[in-house]
């Protein structure tokens, strides 16, 4: 059989996919036991797999997918840059449409953020951040060479390159390259799910705003930014922040003079109810990086925005060494800037925020019914990212143990159902597009709970 041919059986493409392709964050070993989909197409919110079976796609496919599956205006978009050229090369160069996305990245995110550096993926959005921030204050108008390191707060995911897992705080996933990371300073992350002995939920939270303000106090000559994932710590489980948390960091960076790094890859476009997370708290940071739903879901691409203050320090002459010497081959392609601009014109056209707060409505509704539920720990929702806590018993919020992989066996029940999701250990999240209609909504959720309801009962 041959590779070039589209007519490759399933059963080939399964022998093919065990051989050879490893797959991102999942155990190969088990993988291949699973019979996982094999997706051939989307069309609207559903994903179509190799035999013909759809599935709603519960998950914005990572949560990248803002508007569905094969969108006339996105695909027509992608197309007529395709007539012209799918790639010219940013360094030194521009193009048309890296131009005008710039344009409307600057108009639709908060005011001040002035400059886009433009790259492919969350990760190097945050590690751009990073060299910005830290270069930045060596060229500043009164330079500080003491700014070698950042703050960043615990239970972070800020992607998977070394810059950025350097600033993350998720054990499992950063643990193995402890070694290779630069360090940091990390406060608390303002979380009240399980709290340390001696303190209640209030007190906690408190104490993890007054530790930022001491961390922040204490070693602000030395931090070149504190990065933070504004409101919701997606990859940690779905953790929302009291409100407060956001400003009361800006505030604290203003004061100290530490540059606010806003990491929105996953909050930005409409994800948590407002297009970017950091309007609900009436918060301007100094950098800011978007990737996963700045295509809508359909190209790599990613931005890192900054404001005059920042990208000023980076002017001289050539020689002077003030550039950022800083870029990827595909960094800003056309047919990746294509699909942003049409994504971005159908939030101004379709009302998708509307649909988020009413979506959001329905879920907070529908889940409802698993309040008291023996095995559900917590719910946390923030606009359209959900998370379930699954957990032995919900009085202690003991964990089911590891190896049982609860999470992972409801996603898998749930795919027989016709559903897409994934976990975070435990933690079922549900990420829906923020377009998917409100009948879709309750399909989610009632295949959701279906699909934990048929799991957890085998441990009644
Ligand atoms: C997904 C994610 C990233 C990494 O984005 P990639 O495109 O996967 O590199 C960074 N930060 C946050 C908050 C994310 O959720």
């Known amino acids: 059989m041959s590779v070039f041919n589209s007519n490759v059986s399933a059963e080939q493409l399964r022998t093919w996919d065990n051989a050879h392709v490893w797959h991102p964050f999942t155990p190969m070993r088990a993988y291949v036991e699973e019979h996982a989909p094999i997706i051939v197409a989307g069309k609207g919110f559903e994903l179509i797999d190799v035999d013909g079976r759809k599935y ?5 496919s990572l949560w990248c997918n803002v508007h569905g599956h094969r969108v006339p205006e996105i695909d027509d978009a992608i197309r007529n840059q395709l007539d012209r050229v ?10 048309e449409v890296s131009i005008r996305l710039a344009r409307a990245l600057v108009d639709v995110t908060p005011d001040g953020l002035t400059r886009v550096f433009y790259s492919d993926s969350g990760a190097t959005a945050v590690e751009v951040a990073l060299k910005l921030a830290y270069q930045y204050h060596q060229q500043k108008s009164v330079p500080e060479n003491s700014r070698d390191t950042f703050i960043s707060v615990g239970n ?8 950025s897992v350097s600033v993350g705080g998720m054990d499992v996933f950063h643990r193995t390259y402890t070694n290779l990371l630069f360090p940091t300073v ?64 800006r505030q604290l960076c203003t004061e100290f003079n530490v540059p606010l790094i806003a990491d929105e890859v996953a909050v ?7 297009m970017f997370a950091c309007e609900q708290e009436a918060v301007v940071p100094d950098l800011m990086c978007v990737a996963k739903g700045i295509t809508g879901g359909y190209l790599p691409l990613a931005a890192t925005l900054a404001t005059d203050e920042i990208h000023d320090a980076f002017l001289g002459t050539p020689e002077s060494g003030r550039t950022f010497y800083h870029g990827h081959t595909y960094t800003g392609n056309p047919l990746g800037c294509a699909a942003a601009l049409a994504s971005l014109q159908r939030f101004q056209e379709h009302g998708l925020l509307d649909n988020v707060t009413a979506a959001a409505e329905l879920i907070a509704d529908e889940l409802g019914q698993l309040n008291n539920h023996r095995h559900v720990g917590e719910i946390r929702q923030k606009g359209l990212m959900v998370g379930i806590e699954l ?5 202690t919020m003991e964990p089911f143990a ?59």
């Open 391 to 395: 957990v032995r018993d919900r009085r």
């Open 156 to 163: 972070a995911y800020h992607g998977d390159t070394l810059g």
């Open 86 to 95: 799918s790639h010219s090369t940013m360094l030194g160069l521009s193009s």
């Open 268 to 274: 930005g476009f409409g994800r948590t109810g407002t």
């Open 56 to 60: 709603l796609d519960g998950i914005s």
């Open 186 to 249: 990390t406060v608390p992350s303002p979380v009240a799910t399980r709290v340390p002995d001696g303190y209640d939920c209030d007190s906690w939270l408190q104490f993890c705003f007054d530790r930022a303000a001491e961390l922040i106090q204490k070693n602000h000559q030395r931090a070149a930014g504190f990065v933070i994932e504004p409101l919701v710590q997606g990859a940690a489980g779905i953790l929302v922040h009291p409100p407060g948390y956001l400003r009361h960091i």
């Open 402 to 460: 590891m190896p049982l992989r609860v999470g992972h066996q409801v996603t898998v029940v749930a795919r027989r159902k016709g559903l897409i999701i994934r976990p975070l250990g435990d933690v079922i999240v549900l990420m829906p597009a923020p377009s998917m209609p409100l009948s879709l909504i309750q399909r989610m959720c009632a295949l959701t709970i279906e699909a934990i309801e048929e799991v957890v009962s085998q441990f009644e």
